[in-house]
């Protein structure tokens, strides 16, 4: 049989054999095997609205973030970005999403880079902090996204996202070593630092970045 192991597309191969992401390559793994006996349910939630197909793929998503309590989310949105199925894990306890109060997401970083993707494709977003209704959540969530395309003849009708939940890994990372330690973006904002006012500092007011700091 053909193998479920997930395609990372390009760079994204780091993430999927870091530390970071040996569970989220499985899940993907495990979504995308499930989605071969879920994927027409997928397919009329996206299509024709069938409600039916919508409950099914509410209870297998219910049950994906029952079994790993780093998934903050499961979702899927339609190539207008907007939500269509959304769990969300919330203290604890999984929640169904009721379509009041789905988001439209179109405008976000990882809806754009995600909808670029061919099919079979598995791609992370960057490592941000969640923001709902626009805004940055508080207390803090660091979310890792994982999104893979949905087709149909050949076409994409939409998106599987999880969003993951890396407190905890960025919290071991910093525990690892004796001296400070620094964790830096692409675009040379400060993740991690000794000093919480240069934490997420892409987020702080003014937006401070790595060249500022070692001025001061």
Do not use: C
Not at 35 to 41: A, F, H, I, L
Not at 52 to 57: A, D, F, K, Q, Y
Not at 130 to 148: D, F
Request: charged share 20%.
């Amino acid at each position: 049989s053909a193998s479920t192991m997930p395609n990372f597309a390009g760079g994204d191969r780091m993430w999927g054999t870091s530390m970071a992401a040996p569970y989220s390559a499985g899940v993907m793994s495990l979504v995308l095997s499930a989605m071969k006996s879920e994927y027409p349910d997928v397919k009329e939630v996206l299509l024709n609205h069938n409600i039916s197909s919508l409950e099914s793929i509410k209870t297998f998503f219910y049950h994906l973030a029952k079994g790993n309590k780093t998934i903050m989310q499961i979702r899927i949105l339609d190539n207008t970005g907007m939500e269509r199925v959304r769990v969300d894990r919330t203290n604890n306890q999984i929640m169904h999403i009721t379509d009041a109060n789905l988001q439209n997401k179109s405008k976000r970083d990882y809806f754009i880079q995600f909808s670029k993707l061919s099919q079979n494709d598995v791609a992370f977003s960057a490592l941000d902090l969640n923001q709902e209704h626009g805004k940055v959540e508080v207390p803090w969530k660091p979310t890792l996204r994982i999104g893979m395309p949905v087709f149909a003849d050949g076409n994409r009708i939409g998106l599987v996202v999880i969003n993951y939940n890396m407190n905890d890994w960025l919290g071991d990372i910093a525990k690892t070593t004796l001296n400070n330690f620094y964790l830096i973006d692409s675009e040379g904002y400060f993740i991690i630092h000794p000093n919480d006012k240069w934490k997420w500092s892409r987020y702080q007011v003014p937006s401070k970045k790595v060249d500022q700091y070692f001025k001061e």
